[in-house]
């Protein structure tokens, strides 16, 4: 099968980070893996994106939007190899443990940055500085108001910070205990799983300041080995290496 010419969309850098968001990141991980030829872009605004979020892959022209939908059309041209070696049970699992990280601890992590009084001015200048200055703190605002009303209805909005961290924690001994039998999830070579969990971790762990959630999650030494190990496996990595 001929290859698509593939472009693949990111939101870029921030917090020193090269990738700030753990989906782009977790694509990137993906397409090295399988050893294909790609370029990438970033994209500042998500709101240009097809399905106003990053990233999306361009394949021929095509759009593709979600990684998730990115993965499974990775899979369709590389006939398989994405989750070959896989059995069932390991999809299963997989599915189950990268569900937690994106709709669960995802979400406690996007509001360490956002509703964090103190960490906010970071979220203005790393996501708002293509904004004109004098009005970069007003669309920032308008924007954060945005993210608690979502944070709200999600339901993590309505627990108190304690709460929060109390769910944060049982997601994070959760993973660490998931991936704590061996090198990687299923076997000796990390898998898409891997780069859903690791790519969301690495944000956690490296990003420049640290959030509350990277306080908590430094107690995690199994699950940030871990995700070292995954990065350095497949030589794309979270923050910024020379």
């Given at each position: 099968m001929i290859q698509p010419k593939l472009t693949l969309?990111?939101?870029?850098g921030a917090f020193g980070l090269q990738n700030v968001s753990p989906f782009c990141?977790?694509?990137?991980?993906?397409?090295?893996?399988?050893?294909l030829d790609y370029d990438m872009e970033v994209q500042a605004d998500p709101r240009k994106a097809p399905k106003g979020k990053l990233p999306y892959l361009i394949?021929?022209?095509?759009?593709?939007?979600?990684?998730?939908?990115?993965?499974?059309?990775l899979n369709d041209i590389t006939e398989g190899r994405v989750f070959a070696g896989l059995s069932a049970r390991d999809r299963a699992l997989g599915l189950a443990t990268s569900r937690l990280v994106d709709d669960h601890l995802y979400w406690i992590f996007v509001a360490s940055r956002w509703l964090d009084d103190e960490w906010f001015p970071n979220?203005?200048?790393?996501?708002?500085?293509?904004?004109?200055?004098?009005?970069?703190?007003?669309?920032?605002?308008?924007?954060?108001?945005?993210v608690e009303q979502t944070y709200h209805?999600?339901?993590?909005?309505?627990?108190?910070?304690?709460?929060q961290e109390g769910f944060a924690r049982r997601d994070l001994q959760a993973l660490q205990d998931a991936v704590n039998e061996g090198d990687f999830l299923f076997g000796g070579e990390p898998c898409v799983y891997d780069f859903a969990i690791a790519g969301f971790m690495a944000g956690v762990f490296d990003q420049q300041p640290?959030?509350?959630?990277?306080?908590v999650a430094n107690e995690y030494a199994g699950l940030k080995e871990y995700t070292e190990r995954v990065?350095?496996?497949?030589?794309?990595?979270?923050?910024?290496t020379e």
């Open positions: 969309v990111t939101l870029g990141l977790k694509a990137e991980m993906l397409m090295t893996q399988l050893g394949a021929d022209g095509r759009k593709i939007a979600d990684s998730e939908l990115i993965v499974e059309y979220v203005v200048e790393g996501f708002f500085h293509i904004a004109p200055r004098p009005v970069r703190g007003f669309i920032a605002r308008r924007a954060r108001k945005e209805l999600q339901g993590l909005g309505r627990h108190t910070q304690a709460e640290a959030t509350w959630v990277t306080h990065q350095q496996r497949v030589g794309v990595f979270g923050r910024i």
